[in-house]
């Protein structure tokens, strides 16, 4: 059994910052891919930015010089640093990982809601 949690996230006015974090435990072998995703209401969930277990980063447009995905190994926790943020930013962010079992499965955190709001 693999379980994600996040934290991190709140309200927010335009222009500050949140980090998010995203914390892996149970019975695994080896994390692949992890990354984050979100979904704004009414919108399908689409990706803001993953990393590989090599550190190559994947990032989509709309983030693309605001928002920077890490991660930390050695804790099984992967991170987004969210600066200038922007209404359009608000949504339910989504943890997601490729993990071993020895299977590989995908396994998604519960979400964690961002608000960007004056």
């Known amino acids: 059994q693999v379980q994600l949690v996040e934290s991190g996230g709140g309200l927010v006015q335009p222009g500050g910052s949140l980090r998010l974090s995203c914390a892996v435990s149970?019975?695994?072998?080896?994390?692949?891919?992890m990354g984050w995703y979100r979904q704004a209401l009414g919108k399908q969930r689409e990706l803001v930015a993953s990393?590989?277990?090599?550190?190559?980063?994947t990032y989509s447009d709309s983030v693309k010089g605001r928002f920077t995905i890490s991660r930390d190994n050695a804790k099984n926790t992967v991170y987004l640093q969210m600066n200038s943020l922007k209404a359009e930013d608000t949504a339910v962010y989504y943890c997601?990982?490729?993990?071993?079992?020895?299977?590989?499965?995908?396994?998604w955190g519960q979400g964690t809601q961002v608000s960007v709001s004056s």
């Open positions: 997601k990982v490729v993990a071993t079992t020895p299977l590989r499965y995908e396994y």
């Open positions: 149970g019975r695994f072998f080896s994390i692949y891919d």
């Open positions: 990393i590989t277990s090599g550190s190559i980063t």
